[in-house]
């Protein structure tokens, strides 16, 4: 075999020398690359407030070794440099600049963080190498036009909402709404999706919307006057601690509305239990990966396959948090990518393998898949609904989106 | 000083200028801006020297003034078209203005207290700014992207040209000199012996004649208004802001610099700078799991070797070396911290 190979490259070279043309061009580089390796660069907090999310940059740190173990992707190995920003944009600035000017890496993948992403946009796009696959949801990191080297993975959180909005009028038709959302990015694109969602009805069907700060030491008052506006669904676009807070106040206050909480403060132990699991019965929310949680799964191939990983590759990592999960089902889709740059591996071809691809992940929900095209740089926009039965999340439905 | 030492001294600095108008020539890119942040965090460890080192105030909270002089110049460009270089006077004066009013309540605060109350104050500031009312000029939570200032001149130098980032080295390195020098001016008169004396003895320092809720109000104005331009030239140079970049950790970072590099020293604040700069990065390269562990045990065996910070050690060694220069007649009074003065 690597005869083989030799000889082709030796006629290859043989050809390129009679003809005068570079015959090898077939194989195109920019710096990251080579005939050995790969260079990927990744940003997260290792360190500072979020290092809770830390894990995830670690989990794709084990899959790429799995993937060298296993050959490398087209012969060249996977080298992966992580590192660590504490959650800190200008940070993040100085590690991207490290990443593309000192390591030269041929794309930046998964750099965690909204204010971080922002930080570094216009700088990769600059410098035209590939800011791949970010980790959040905010709507403006799919924008081929003004950044096209910038490209999102998870729901963008607009996407969330307008399943929300859909599934409201497929159920509920007449409802009046009431929303209550965190004043920054993260609130304000949850808002415009909901409203792009209900289309012209948006008007007429929302009756009330009220804002927190994240510095606000309680949202009673919000909610007293979500309920005085008579609505009967409540779109909850609150992070953990306010979630929590306000599932225990509606119930407080007796109001039961159709609850529908952002897919951001799901957490069982840190706001199901916290808001009194017999309150949250009922709440609706969406999902797009398998929890590790959810006895559905247990004898699910791909399940089996990500638990096998973990127990090999990552082990110490927790086997029950979604984060893992997350970091293996990017890992897979830069993979891809990966093998669809073939031996073209510039920073242009990078990207454009990312905006073409259709494909299906192990861990991500059944019909939930990765689709991306060149106007389209949302990879994953659909989900499903789960329904809250006072102890865990429980999938039911179609999948929505797109 | 003698006539001798002065111009050692002034040779001395003519040719650390002329490395560093040459240096960003040499290194990458990406070194020049680590260089541009270490004048930076100089410039704002020098600031919180003038207020602890010299006068005695402890300060955990000027990362809420290097905080307020980034996005007073991030604002200024962005939504009002100032030229960057304008932006520095001005958050100078701004920060000026907000430590002279932080530095009333000081009066009645001494040591510990002052320390709690300057944290709350980094505490509160990236929340501040996250606020619904100022949002149209800082963007809230999103920040404010800026764009880097082209050079307004080009010349090539070793082969390499001058570009974005090297500029704003020179610049950074010119208001650096700048901000030295004033700094020295200020402290190596009446006014340092006077913060001096307030450090070490108020009671006396009162009785000599010194005005001290007005000095040490100063001080702080002057203080603060050194890490606001600290502020702005970084904001400029990273060339973005938001609340999240102004952590309680820089505060801390720039006591941790402070310390490192000598109290009291005004050199000292580069060390600080280069320790604030590097050591989280090489932390970082020796372990990802634990960086800030590998963190503390470099600052806590570097606070073994140098009790006194970098300067301390210099000073030290100097004086072994040269006997003569410990038995200065003259001892310069600001150039003793408390702790080894007899």
């Known amino acids: ?402 | 000083m003698t006539a001798r030492q002065r111009r050692i001294a002034w040779l001395l600095g003519a040719l650390l200028l002329a490395a560093a108008v040459v240096l960003p020539f040499m290194v990458k890119n990406y070194r020049v801006f680590q260089f541009n942040l270490v004048l930076v965090y100089a410039i704002a460890i020098l600031g919180l020297n003038i207020l602890t080192g010299f006068n005695g105030q402890i300060s955990l909270g000027h990362g809420a003034f290097f905080a307020i002089g980034g996005y007073a110049a991030a604002v200024m460009m962005d939504r009002f078209g100032v030229p960057y270089w304008a932006t520095l006077p001005v958050a100078g004066v701004l920060c000026f203005g907000l430590g002279f009013l932080m530095g009333f309540p000081a009066l009645r605060l001494g040591g510990h207290y002052l320390a709690l109350a300057t944290y709350a104050l980094a505490l509160a500031v990236p929340q501040l700014l996250k606020w619904k009312l100022i949002e149209p000029w800082t963007g809230g939570v999103q920040g404010i992207v800026l764009s880097k200032p082209e050079p307004p001149f080009t010349f090539r130098l070793l082969g390499q040209p001058l570009n974005a980032d090297r500029w704003l080295f020179l610049f950074t390195c010119a208001v650096a000199v700048l901000m030295f020098v004033l700094a020295h001016n200020l402290l190596r008169g009446r006014i340092g012996r006077a913060l001096v004396a307030i450090r070490d003895h108020p009671i006396a320092a009162t009785a000599m004649g010194i005005n001290l809720p007005i000095v040490k109000s100063t001080t702080f104005g002057v203080s603060a208004a050194y890490t606001g331009v600290a502020g702005a030239l970084g904001a400029i140079s990273v060339a973005f802001v938001a609340p999240d970049s102004f952590s309680v950790l820089l505060s801390i970072s720039l006591l941790v610099g402070l310390v490192v590099g000598g109290l009291a020293s005004i050199p000292g604040a580069i060390f600080g700078a280069l320790f604030v700069q590097f050591v989280p990065n090489v932390a970082n390269d020796l372990s990802k799991s634990a960086p800030w562990a590998i963190y503390g045990v470099l600052l806590i065996g570097l606070m073994y070797l140098m009790p006194t910070g970098a300067m301390g050690l210099l000073r030290m060694t100097w004086a072994r070396w040269r006997p003569a220069a410990a038995l200065d007649p003259k001892p310069d009074p600001a150039l003793t911290t408390r702790r080894h003065s007899t």
């Not at chain 1, 407030?49 to 989990?59: D, H, L, R």
């Not at chain 1, 694109?189 to 209900?198: A, I, N, R, T, W």
């Not at chain 1, 509305?257 to 199901?272: A, D, E, K, W």
């Open chain 1, 1 to 402: 075999m690597k005869l083989t190979k030799a000889w082709t490259l030796l006629a290859l070279g043989l050809a390129g020398a009679v003809f005068g043309t570079a015959a090898i061009a077939q194989k195109k580089y920019d710096p990251g690359a080579d005939d050995k390796e790969i260079k990927i660069g990744q940003i997260g907090p290792y360190s500072g407030p979020a290092s809770a999310y830390g894990t995830i940059g670690k989990t794709i740190g084990a899959y790429f070794d799995k993937v060298n173990a296993e050959g490398g992707i087209n012969g060249r190995k996977l080298k992966y440099l992580p590192l660590d920003d504490g959650y800190n944009p200008a940070k993040t600035v100085e590690m991207a600049r490290k990443l593309v000017e000192e390591e030269e890496v041929l794309l930046v993948f998964n750099p965690l963080g909204t204010a971080t992403n922002t930080a570094i946009r216009k700088y990769m796009n600059e410098k035209k190498v590939p800011q791949l696959f970010t980790a959040t949801g905010a709507t403006k990191f799919g924008d081929p036009k003004n950044f096209p080297y910038t490209m999102g993975w998870q729901p963008p959180y607009a996407a969330e909402a307008r399943i929300y909005a859909q599934h409201l009028l497929e159920t509920q038709p007449g409802a009046k709404v009431a929303v209550l959302y965190q004043n920054d990015d993260f609130g304000k694109d949850y808002v415009q999706g909901f409203e792009e969602g209900l289309g012209d009805k948006a008007k007429a069907m929302i009756v009330s919307k009220v804002t927190y700060e994240v510095t606000d030491p309680t949202i009673d008052s919000q909610m007293l006057s979500l309920k005085a506006s008579g609505a009967t669904a409540f779109l909850d676009i609150t992070t953990p601690k306010f979630a929590a807070m306000a599932i225990k106040k509606a119930a407080e206050i007796g109001w039961k509305p159709i609850h529908y909480l952002t897919n951001v403060s799901v957490s069982v132990s840190s706001v199901m239990t916290p808001a009194g699991l017999q309150n949250g019965v009922g709440l609706l929310t969406a999902a797009y990966v398998k929890d590790p949680t959810d006895p559905q799964w247990q004898q699910d191939a791909g399940m089996k396959d990500w638990l096998a990983f973990m127990a090999k590759y990552n082990a110490g990592a927790s086997v029950t948090d979604n984060s893992n999960v997350y970091g293996y089902s990017a890992a897979q889709t830069m993979v891809q990518v990966l093998k669809q740059c073939g031996d073209n591996l510039t920073h242009d071809n990078v990207m454009k393998q990312a905006a073409n691809l259709d494909l299906t992940l192990p861990m991500l929900l059944p019909g939930v898949n990765v689709k991306t095209g060149p106007d389209d740089f949302y990879p994953i926009e659909r989900e499903q609904l789960a329904k809250f039965d006072g102890k865990t999340w429980v999938l039911f439905g179609k999948v929505y989106g797109r």
